[in-house]
């Protein structure tokens, strides 16, 4: 995270006596929130493979689950109005001393317009926030001129189309199947180019 920010998130990890974790990149969440069960405290986790800036994000987003949860226990909506509240006081101290880079500060008081459950899914915000990833070999789909043959992870390859509303038609070259992707997916080049 930015160094500035983390005397912030070390008096919230001594104050509410939580155990933070730094954990492996997982396919499906950026971090993660557990409340206190069976004796043991509060546990929250965030993937060590984000930029400092999205782990910041990630972390304050886990943090107002925290609160939310010492404020209300499993009374409400995990990401309600009253998790909402908590995320944008939250998010106040780094937003008064400028941890953020303008671009991504701009993206997040948008944002905390009205949050979602996933930061990622707000494009603007993810955007900002993904221009400050280390990509090495890799591209963003959006970036891809139509026809465009790419690969992803599993190494499945496929032939990027139109958009259609906000993701992109694209036909996988294994299988003949249609796929929707979201503009930021990661993906590879494929060896046999365009």
Not at 54 to 83: I, M, Q, S, Y
Not at 122 to 130: E, I, M, P, V, Y
């Amino acid at each position: 995270m930015p160094a500035a920010a983390a005397p912030i998130i070390a008096r919230w990890i001594d104050y509410f006596q939580c155990e933070f974790k730094i954990s492996k990149n997982r396919a499906t969440k950026l971090g993660d929130y557990r409340h206190p069960f069976k004796g043991a405290g509060h546990k929250i986790s965030v993937n060590n493979d984000l930029n400092a800036y999205a782990f910041l994000v990630t972390t304050v987003h886990e943090f107002a689950h925290l609160l939310t949860w010492n404020d209300h226990k499993n009374r409400v909506k995990p990401h309600g109005d009253e998790w909402k509240r908590n995320f944008k006081r939250m998010m106040v101290p780094f937003i008064d001393q400028n941890i953020f880079p303008q671009d991504v500060q701009s993206a997040i008081i948008s944002y905390l317009d009205n949050p979602s459950a996933a930061s990622c899914t707000d494009l603007k915000l993810s955007r900002a926030l993904k221009k400050y990833d280390a990509l090495i070999n890799v591209s963003r789909l959006e970036e891809l001129p139509i026809n465009t043959i790419f690969s992803i992870k599993d190494g499945r390859q496929f032939k990027k189309g139109e958009r259609l509303r906000k993701r992109y038609r694209c036909v996988c070259l294994d299988n003949g199947n249609i796929y929707l992707f979201n503009p930021l997916a990661e993906v590879t080049l494929a060896a046999t180019g365009t």
